[in-house]
Each structure stands twice: as C-alpha cells, then as structure tokens.
C-alpha cells in the first residue's frame, strides 16, 4: 500500500513545485492548492484518514 508509506504525493496543478511561473521564469503565484508546498495527500491516505476518524467517534 504505496499510500502508508508515502502519504504525500506530487500536486498535480503545479507538478510538485509549488509555484507557477511566468514564461520568463519569474514567480507568478505560489499554488492555491497546495498553498505552495508542491505536495497534495493521496486520495487512498485521505479514505484512512476518514475511517480512522470515523471509527474513534463511534467508540468514544
């Protein structure tokens, strides 16, 4: 299960940098989805992370 080992993947709209540029390479914003960390929670950490949630609610 590739999603415990690396929860954190590549964000798909900046491809992992963080920031997109201009095509003179100057920074034209940091990512709005990822706020600028290049990295996104895979979807399959996102579903564990849900259920772990939801199963420490219902026995508390």
Known sequence: MVCAATPF???RH????????????HLKRWCHRCDGTGLRLR???????YLR?????GTR
């Open 14 to 25: 900046c491809h992992g940098v963080g920031k997109t540029l201009k095509p003179n390479g």
């Open 9 to 11: 993947g590549a964000c």
């Open 43 to 49: 979807w399959g950490r996102r579903l564990f992370n």
């Open 53 to 57: 949630q939801l199963h420490r609610a």
